[in-house]
């Protein structure tokens, strides 16, 4: 018994049993679509194609890029467009509506 708890770093509370009963079902579902889910959360919204162009962006810079490829340069611009307004803009916006301010 002792072991067991010296391995637990927290003691069992209702929100670690209540995460751990929400985390099974997310992980099996992230793993029927091949860690999507994941990638998406631990990358802050970006798809496996807005990295690999920021990777690319970083590496050749933002003219040579568009010169590579002008129609994948405006869809990264315009994902990152999107994503940016809905998190820095219409959250905060939301959230402080909703808060009473």
């Not at 807005?50 to 994948?72: D, H, R, Y």
Request: net charge positive.
């Amino acid at each position: 018994m002792r072991r067991l708890q010296a391995e637990n770093k927290f003691p069992p509370t209702a929100e670690n049993r209540l995460v751990a009963v929400l985390k099974k079902p997310f992980m099996a579902f992230d793993k029927k679509v091949d860690g999507a889910l994941s990638f998406f959360f631990k990358h802050y919204g970006k798809t496996k194609f807005m990295v690999a162009m920021s990777k690319k962006a970083q590496v050749l810079g933002v003219e040579k890029l568009f010169n590579a490829g002008p129609k994948a340069f405006f869809y990264f611009f315009m994902f990152y467009l999107i994503r940016d307004t809905i998190l820095y803009i219409l959250i905060p916006i939301y959230l402080a509506k909703f808060s009473g301010q």
